[in-house]
């Protein structure tokens, strides 16, 4: 067997080569393989050198086979990690909605990504156009914002940690409940979250799938108590140890970190608790599954229906109050519908009273309205100060008015235009934040 040190070896003496052989723990065991072979090739070996020497290729021989034994095992391992984590992602008969879930917030990520939507950090706006769960557009007449913000993603990172969280807890769950079960609560669970974040949040834009997540963790301890699923002792109290510690860990960060939406996380974790103890007797009679999930979907979709009367919401406040103010400025804006370039004498008192009664009287009304909306979110805040200066603007504009018609100066028909000027300005600004 030659190695690196033969050669070297057939140059050295006798001499040389037994002092290799009696100070072997000196050389490496290459050079004292080779002073072996050299020495044999003399007719210089004994049979101990030779037996040690068999010794050492069969340990090599066997470390060789021990470690490509170990690096198969590897690969194997490799293989089948890797074909457990494709399967995570595949539905099949019994973990089927679970990967579904997933393709959908993925798709629905994609999705806003591809039309613009920043896919780190995407603004506010973005958010809510896309179906953000906001208390007063929630609450305005848009509940179908409770759904599809459970889809919705604040970036990259926020999806990524809620779908690995989804795997993580779906595919121990929905095995063991049944997918119709399973489905029912994700879904209750997360309108909850949602309804949660508004009843506790008043300007916060909510998204993501952490809620109803949650609502799978409250799901899944309530049923281990109740011990509705089978499994042996040890690994019931290892799971429930697990999931308190999932809970109270990323409770606990919610508290003490800014942006988390911790109302969501609590409402979608309570549900998921009430519903496992809703669903427990299905596990001991399966005929009562059918009818505990309608009763679930209809209490779920009645407290959709009713919420907006049991919460107050500005949006729909100021909405309403919106349309009270157009039929009043429909009515006032008569003065720029008429050609009032010229009246004659024996019509001025008569239009210089219209312009009170129909104009000033008018506008001062729809600022008594405006002065109404109090404690408005600051999106709603900034409409409701550009229509009262515009409000007023429009009641100096009457008044100049009257005065242009009592006095006929001048000065008063260039303030008038530029009152008007100011009030196209204003109305521009409108027109942006309403889109």
Not at 71 to 98: A, Q
Not at 160 to 178: D, F, S
Request: proline share 3%.
């Amino acid at each position: 067997m030659e190695n690196y040190f033969t050669k070297k070896m057939t140059v050295k003496s006798d001499s040389e080569l037994q002092e290799i052989i009696d100070n072997k723990g000196k050389f490496q065991e290459d050079a004292y393989l080779a002073a072996i072979e050299t020495l044999e090739k003399r007719k210089l070996g004994t049979k101990d050198l030779s037996q040690e020497k068999t010794e050492i290729l069969d340990k090599r021989i066997q470390e060789q086979e021990l470690t490509e034994e170990i690096e198969e095992e590897k690969r194997v391992e490799r293989k089948r990690t890797l074909k457990e984590s494709v399967e995570l992602l595949i539905p099949s008969k019994t973990y089927f909605y679970t990967p579904i879930i997933i393709y959908l917030n993925i798709l629905v990520f994609i999705v806003m990504t591809l039309s613009g939507v920043h896919p780190i950090e995407p603004s506010v706006e973005a958010l809510i156009q896309w179906g953000g769960n906001l208390r007063e557009i929630t609450l305005g007449g848009q509940q179908w914002r409770l759904l599809t913000s459970v889809f919705l993603h604040s970036g990259l990172i926020h999806l990524l940690m809620n779908m690995y969280a989804l795997i993580y807890i779906g595919r121990l769950l929905e095995t063991k409940v049944g997918n119709n079960r399973y489905i029912i609560a994700y879904i209750a669970t997360g309108l909850f979250a949602s309804i949660a974040s508004i009843s506790f949040n008043d300007n916060i834009v909510s998204v993501g799938a952490s809620g109803a997540i949650f609502g799978m963790y409250g799901l899944f301890l309530s049923l281990l108590a109740l011990k509705g699923i089978n499994l042996p002792k040890e690994s019931r109290k290892d799971l429930i140890s697990s999931i308190l510690f999932f809970i109270g860990y990323n409770l606990f960060y919610g508290f003490v970190k800014e942006g988390i939406d911790n109302a969501a996380h609590i409402g979608g974790l309570l549900s998921g608790f009430i519903i496992g103890f809703a669903f427990y007797p299905s596990f001991k009679q399966p005929g009562y599954s059918k009818l505990i999930s309608t009763g679930i979907s209809v209490i779920v979709l009645m407290t959709i229906l009713v919420m907006p009367k049991v919460f107050t919401s500005k949006l729909g406040e100021f909405q309403s109050i919106m349309k009270e103010f157009s039929v009043i400025e429909e009515k006032a804006l008569w003065m720029y519908r008429e050609d009032l370039s010229y009246i004659p004498p024996d019509k001025i008192q008569f239009y210089y009273d219209k312009i009170k009664n129909e104009g000033v009287d008018l506008w001062e009304e729809n600022l008594e309205l405006l002065n109404t909306l109090t404690d408005l979110p600051p999106y709603l805040q900034e409409r409701v100060d550009l229509l009262t200066e515009y409000c007023d603007l429009r009641v100096k504009s009457c008044e100049t008015m009257q005065y242009l018609l009592k006095y006929n100066r001048l000065s008063d028909q260039d303030k008038i235009e530029d009152i008007n000027k100011k009030n196209e300005k204003l109305i521009n600004e409108l027109q942006a934040l309403n889109g």
